[in-house]
């Protein structure tokens, strides 16, 4: 793909939003690939030079679907001074931050240790990137928070990290992907749920990442654009298994988010599940209460990217059912597929509703209202 | 209609763009084969800017298997969510 960089126009400056808004899914990129360096073990960089990185998927470097955009970005958020979309903290504030009035952006590194085969390897760059976050990021920009990236097929060693990290303010979350080895609420996984409950974490479930296995139940897809809609297929058998293997009830405090994964779906599996359950809750006796409510309670939403029914009033019946207070609204900066958040709602919502769908819901998920 | 300098045709070769504020607004003037023409820099979509994409073409297809690729530099592609505006 060629890439075509040019000179910043001189415009006009943007219309500065006036209502502070919490932007829950950023994510921040590396600028160089060493960058990491100063955080990893020398034997990590002669590894990572020489041997390189192995997901659990083929063996082929890279996503398993071309982006359309490169590094699935927008092609103005280069930042002047070089590097890819995302990669300098001075540009974001300059584009993202300060216009839209960012009060709390929550940072979800990708390409990071996460699913990667050599656990070793996985929890070494999961814990330098925690680091990294730190130390280029929120220690530089009191707005911006973390999240705590863990190696997420190794449930003990993952479960240590949140550890050594809780209590540290500059996490407000623990950070997986939807795509793994086995569905989430699966029993390798629930040392991480543990860990977070503990340390009083919610954990957020975002888009991708690599499993190892065809990333649509009916197999391997052919564009990009089913994997784009595959998300909330992804986050569904995510989150049914969540509630199915009982993991709400282990962990009575636990809260999850649900990242980027789509929110229209929410009501018809709810109701579904409901109902199967009904009948076969013999099954899984440890599943005491109807899913539904599993979800109501303990599930947030980001709203990125945002349904865009033709009759807008159906969104907001949906948005009914799923609760105003649930609702986190994100960006996805700088991903092509940013919601600008002057856009993304329709008239007609309460003044309430807005101020909690912007920034209150967070402020409060997160603990910092 | 008030009339604007903008640059001189050197300036501005074709293919090349030139990015603008007038009258407050933001625009961009394009060069598209020998064509100038002006843009409103603010993507219909959510208000990107929409001039700061790449010029693309258009793939067409008139029998299963063939694609052609016509009409090459004359649309811009928002760089956000990547809709085409034409000349």
Redesign the interface.
Same mark, same amino acid.
């Given at each position: 793909m060629n890439i075509?960089v @040019?000179e910043r126009?001189?415009?006009?400056s943007p219309v500065v939003a006036k209502t502070a808004i919490a932007d829950c899914d950023i994510h921040p990129a590396r600028a160089t690939p060493t960058e990491l360096y100063p955080w990893l073990a020398r034997r990590w960089h002669s590894h990572l030079e020489t041997i390189g990185l192995h997901a659990y998927q083929g063996m082929m470097g890279g996503p398993p679907y071309p982006k359309?955009?490169p590094n699935a970005s927008? @092609?103005?958020?280069y930042p002047p001074e070089g590097g890819p979309q995302g990669s300098s903290l001075s540009f974001m504030q300059t584009q993202h931050l300060d216009p839209n009035n960012v009060a709390l952006g929550v940072l979800n590194p990708l390409g990071t240790g996460q699913g990667l085969r050599n656990h070793e390897l996985a929890t070494a760059l999961c814990s330098a990137i925690n680091d990294w976050q730190i130390a280029k990021w929120t220690s530089l920009d009191p707005r911006l928070k973390a999240s705590i990236v863990v190696a997420n097929e190794d449930g003990p060693t993952a479960a240590a990290e949140i550890r050594r990290r809780a209590g540290d303010k500059n996490f407000v979350q623990v950070l997986l992907l939807s795509r793994n080895a086995e569905p989430l609420g699966q029993r390798r996984y629930w040392p991480i749920y543990e860990a977070a409950e503990e340390a009083g974490l919610p954990v957020g479930i975002h888009a991708f990442g690599y499993g190892g296995n065809p990333i649509t139940a009916s197999g391997w897809p052919s564009y990009y654009i089913e994997e784009m809609v595959g998300h909330s297929q992804c986050q569904q058998s995510a989150l049914a298994s969540l509630v199915l293997e009982g993991v709400f009830e282990r962990f009575p405090n636990l809260k999850m988010i649900m990242i980027e994964a789509g929110f229209g779906w929410a009501p018809s599996l709810a109701w579904r599940l409901d109902k199967v359950w009904q009948r076969l809750k013999s099954e899984v006796p440890h599943v005491k209460r109807p899913p539904s409510e599993y979800i109501s309670e303990r599930v947030w939403w980001t709203t990125q990217p945002m349904e865009d029914p033709e009759k807008r009033e159906h969104l907001l019946e949906l948005i009914d059912w799923i609760g105003w207070d649930r609702l986190l609204f994100a960006t996805d900066y700088p991903h092509?597929?940013?919601?600008?958040p002057? @856009?993304v709602l329709p008239a007609g919502v309460s003044d309430a509703n807005r101020e909690g769908f912007y920034l209150g819901n967070a402020l409060k998920l997160y603990g910092l209202a | 209609m008030t009339r604007h300098v903008v640059a001189s045709v050197a300036e501005l070769p074709p293919g090349s763009?030139k990015?603008l504020?007038i009258d407050?607004?933001?625009i961009?003037v394009f060069n598209i084969k020998g064509e100038y023409l002006g843009v409103l820099?603010r993507c219909p979509?959510?208000?990107?800017?929409l001039?700061?994409?790449?010029l693309i073409g258009l793939a067409q297809s008139h029998n299963p298997g063939e694609i052609e690729y016509a009409r090459q530099g004359e649309i811009i592609r928002c760089?956000?969510?990547?809709w085409g505006r034409s000349r």
């Open positions: 075509q @040019r126009p001189e415009q006009a359309a955009q927008r @092609r103005d958020a092509w597929d940013y919601d600008d002057s @856009r | 763009r990015f504020t407050g607004r933001p961009a820099n979509h959510q208000g990107a800017s001039c700061e994409g790449p760089p956000w969510h990547g």
